[in-house]
T-cell receptor, first 113, second 112 residues
Framework: GENVEQHPSTLSVQEGDSAVIKCTYS??????FPWYKQELGKRPQLIID?????GEKKDQRIAVTLNKTAKHFSLHITETQPEDSAVYFC????????????FGTGTRLLVSP | EAQVTQNPRYLITVTGKKLTVTCSQN?????MSWYRQDPGLGLRQIYY???????DKGDVPEGYKVSRKEKRNFPLILESPSPNQTSLYFC???????????FGPGTRLTVL
């Protein structure tokens, strides 16, 4: 089955810096890769996702890149702000029928003013 | 408003006392799942359902049961809770395999 590894487990940056979180997956059949943000005491919420037919997707200050050959994908946050502080989870799944969404173990991002 | 709801939000119980956590979605989603979240372990799937009366085990099903008698509801049942089931539980739903998954607000369970 699918296995997703996520690094780093914690990441501290200064406000305005960029942050990068990386994930690798094991199942080459996976083709849907969402990223979730979980603020303290709240539910995970989707912030961006990418499908295997594209290599990069951007939404304002966040972007995700996918390298299917190497089986890794990354979340990039530019111009970080204190409100970006949260735990971020990557996940991987197929998109035909029900494919289990397998999550990474999370990255705690702390943005200091 | 499209949403996934769970009840109760907080529960403290004792070992062996059967409990049910309810989950309901109003988006007509086919797929529903239960996850538990523990520090350092991320979100681990307990059970999932692809449609009414169709359920299957996830990664950590031991000690849990589910049912899907109606499309909108997917309750999680702990027949005989134990302290190692103390955790934060999330229900989630999505329309299809590659579609956005929506999470419920979570249920924090403590088993003494």
């Amino acid at each position: 089955g699918e296995n997703v590894e996520q690094h780093p487990s914690t990441l501290s940056v200064q406000e305005g810096d960029s942050a990068v979180i990386k994930c690798t997956y094991s199942d080459s059949a996976s083709n849907y890769f969402p990223w979730y943000k979980q603020e303290l005491g709240k539910r995970p919420q989707l912030i961006i996702d990418i499908r295997s037919n594209v290599g990069e997707k951007k939404d304002q200050r966040i972007a995700v890149t996918l390298n299917k050959t190497a089986k890794h994908f990354s979340l990039h946050i530019t111009e970080t702000q204190p409100e970006d502080s949260a735990v971020y989870f990557c996940a991987a799944a197929g998109n035909t029928g029900f494919q289990k969404l397998v999550f990474g173990t999370g990255t705690r991002l702390l943005v200091s003013p | 408003e499209a949403q996934v709801t769970q009840n109760p939000r907080y529960l403290i119980t004792v070992t062996g006392k059967k409990l049910t956590v309810t989950c309901s979605q109003n988006m007509n989603h086919e797929y529903m799942s239960w996850y538990r979240q523990d520090p350092g372990l991320g979100l681990r799937q307990i059970y999932y359902s692809m449609n009414v009366e169709v359920t299957d085990k996830g990664d950590v099903p031991e000690g849990y049961k589910v049912s899907r008698k109606e499309k909108r509801n997917f309750p999680l049942i702990l027949e005989s809770p134990s302290p190692n089931q103390t955790s934060l539980y999330f229900c989630a739903s999505r329309a299809g395999g590659g579609d956005t998954q929506y999470f419920g607000p979570g249920t924090r369970l403590t088993v003494l």
